[in-house]
């Protein structure tokens, strides 16, 4: 059985989380340009890598981020989210 | 079969990245109806080795939007006569599809299903349990008492076909026309001239020397992500594994195509009499074809729920290919804002069955350099105007 390790619960099986893709910074809706939004609601960095991502741990609902090789399904790190944390610079509102 | 190229010449007219059933069947209409000859299909690992030999080979159309209900009947007619043309037995067997609902609202979009189809043409029909029992006699109705069968979408023209055969029947044929099919051989990079707004392609480059082309197809499925990213575009498309398994042949039993949406199922008998059989995708992204057990044993549960009878049928193979997802379940076909470089991708977990319409639509769109009006619905652009083809609803099983 694949296990995932929740920042909270520990390691948990991997039917107990789900995934919402990868960290992606939003623009500001107010000023973005609509192509600029239309990329960042639909375009996607699909290219394997080790990536960000939100899961949940749904049991608990416990949100976090994993870093993830999108190649080789290998979780390296789970952690809560902190200001800061995001490899993807968040940006500014 | 095919002519053994020993090396690339310096140029062609048409380069097509992946020899698959896309982009074979590109390739032959190309010869066939455009005249273009001097092509060349370069394809990393083997002739039909990704998705082509690894779906479940359903063909039909009972779809949902009037773009995808046109695209894929045009499919289906010229499946019917494709082993003709290509003088070689595809195993095309007209099964009958249903489409299994197990709640008022699946019914309700069966029955929306129904009257597009009818309207342009396509034979569809909503049908009652009693006609569900008296098609396949042998299925639970209950599904164990949790899920009983209301009814269903019935489909006369489903059915499936030999799908290794497809890629040989276009692959010969484009063969013997002309076009050069490389294996073996793997793009690394696309080199364009005019970077930004006005970028066109220019060339090839592969591991076994460059190529000088105005027009690339990328026909590709699971690494159309990273063929983008070599010609500076950004897509919606992401990569989920998606996985499928037969049983030991038993005799015969099975005639029509049975899916469900609510069970994440899709069966058919094979010609060699193996179930063959596909549930959902797998839930996260991963770029592997590894098998997983979890699939195995919910998709073999779900069977059960349908048909307790084959408690005892072993499994003999699970496999698994890269899927090509789009936001709205509809393919991502035709010109991209690189000039000469055009797509046949997001393909997801429908392709198969439209093969050679693709062939078709992409060899008049490379030819022309002008988008198919068939695939209009579908064009690259359609996320920046926000006008989705929402496919959804017929696509596929995981909703």
Redesign the interface.
Known sequence: M?LMTCPINGPRAI?EF??A??VRAMPDPATSS??AW??Y????????AVKQ?WWCHTPSGVWFIAERD????TIHRTYLYQPGCLLQPERAA | MFTRHERLKPSYDVVIIGAGGHGLAAAYYLARDHGIRDVAILEKGYLGGGNTGRNTTIIRSNYLTPEGVQFYDESVRLWQDLSQDFDLNLFYSTRGHFTLAHTDAAMRTMRWRAEVNKHFGVASEAVDSQAVRAAIPMMDMTCGGHAPVVGALYHAPGAIARHDAVAWGYGRGADQRGAEIHQNTEVVAIELEDQGSGARVAGVITNRGRIATRKVLCAVAGF???LL?MVGL??????HPLQAMVSEPIKPWLDPIIVSASLHVYVSQSARGELVMGASLD??????T?S?L?FAESLAAHMLDLFPFLSDVKVNRQWAGLADMT?DFAPIMGLTPVRGFYLDSGWGTWGFKATPVCGKTMSYTVAKDADHPLIKGFTFDR????ALTAEKGAASVGH
């Open positions: 694949k039917s789900v995934c893709g990868e609509d192509a239309a990329d609601v639909f375009n996607r960095n699909a290219v394997p991502e999108t190649s080789t399904d | 159309t992500p990273r990213a950004r897509s919606p498309i992401y990569i839930p996260y992204e991963l770029h592997s590894r997983t979890d936001p996320f920046a105007r926000y």
